[in-house]
């Protein structure tokens, strides 16, 4: 089966090791929940939720920290984002692994590949140009 997300597709280098790699563990969650059966997607699922909701919390401090101006769109996405995994989740956590997979798939991928071309690219330009770059 092809994997759902190519983890080391350059489009996604950010140039900011601990995003670079945040992503990476994202990628390579997306692509184990595709290939699980539904007993270990069940199990799999809150993990996903739970490194995305890590992940944001990261680049929102770094947004913070380095003065972003567009901090309140980007993290306005992030939580978006997050309500819909939450509610995805608590209907996985019932049973319904097939509304999760369609997330999953039809869903998540297109998502990461825009979101991380445009905000986390835009984002990591900006922690660039402050010195960010080895954060
Ligand atoms: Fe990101
Ligand atoms: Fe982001």
């Known amino acids: 089966m092809p994997k ?3 983890a080391f597709d350059r489009r996604y280098r950010l140039g900011i090791e601990k995003l670079d790699e945040e992503h990476r563990k994202f990628v390579e969650l997306v692509n184990r929940l595709e290939s699980s059966e539904n007993a270990v997607f069940i199990e799999l699922f809150p993990q996903l939720v739970n490194h995305i909701q890590q992940h944001f ?3 929102n401090a770094l947004m913070a920290e380095s003065g972003y101006s567009a901090i309140h769109e980007h993290i306005d996405e992030h ?5 819909e995994l939450n509610r995805i989740g608590e209907k996985v ?3 319904s692994v097939s509304m999760g997979r369609t997330y999953v798939t039809d869903h998540l ?3 990461f590949e825009h979101h991380a071309e445009t905000m986390d690219s835009a984002l990591a330009s900006h922690l660039k140009s402050r010195g960010f770059a080895l954060a």
């Open 79 to 83: 939580q978006r984002v997050l309500d």
């Open 109 to 111: 991928p297109n998502w």
């Open 93 to 95: 956590s019932l049973g």
């Open 57 to 59: 919390l990261t680049e």
């Open 4 to 6: 759902l997300i190519k």
